[in-house]
């Protein structure tokens, strides 16, 4: 088993940036590659960003595509997720997700976190 449990989320104007961090905690972390997801309102949840296990890979949803950035600390089981020059767009719980194998952009990751509230004001 993973426990994940994500941080950092608030209420920020337009423009702003935040960072989330979501900390693992049962298994070697450095095992597990990573992934970020939002659920807006009304919406289901979509990928945002996924990370390897080293961290040497990334990819990113195009909706946040040069404005996140996801990284990890192995040592500090914990990955990241920089939020820059945030849009009300993207006001949403956003959830960590671990998974042995690498999963890319879909959604079968095995583990999931309990999310953190991001909102965004215009």
């Known amino acids: 088993q993973v426990q994940l449990v994500e941080s950092g989320g608030g209420l920020v104007q337009a423009g702003a940036s935040l960072r989330l961090s979501c900390t693992a905690s049962?298994?070697?972390?450095?095992?597990?590659?990573m992934g970020w997801f939002r659920q807006a309102p009304g919406a289901e949840r979509e990928f945002a960003a996924a990370?390897?296990?080293?961290?040497?890979?990334?990819i990113y949803a195009d909706s946040v595509k040069g404005r996140f950035t996801v990284s990890r600390d192995n040592a500090k089981n914990t990955v990241y997720l920089q939020m820059n020059s945030l849009k009300p767009e993207d006001t949403a719980v956003y959830y960590c997700?671990?998974?042995?194998?690498?999963?890319?952009?879909?959604?079968?990751?095995?583990?999931w976190g309990q999310g953190t509230q991001v909102t965004v004001s215009s």
């Open positions: 990370i390897n296990w080293s961290g040497g890979s990334t």
């Open positions: 049962g298994r070697t972390f450095s095992n597990y590659v």
């Open positions: 997700a671990a998974d042995r194998a690498w999963k890319g952009n879909s959604h079968e990751y095995r583990y």
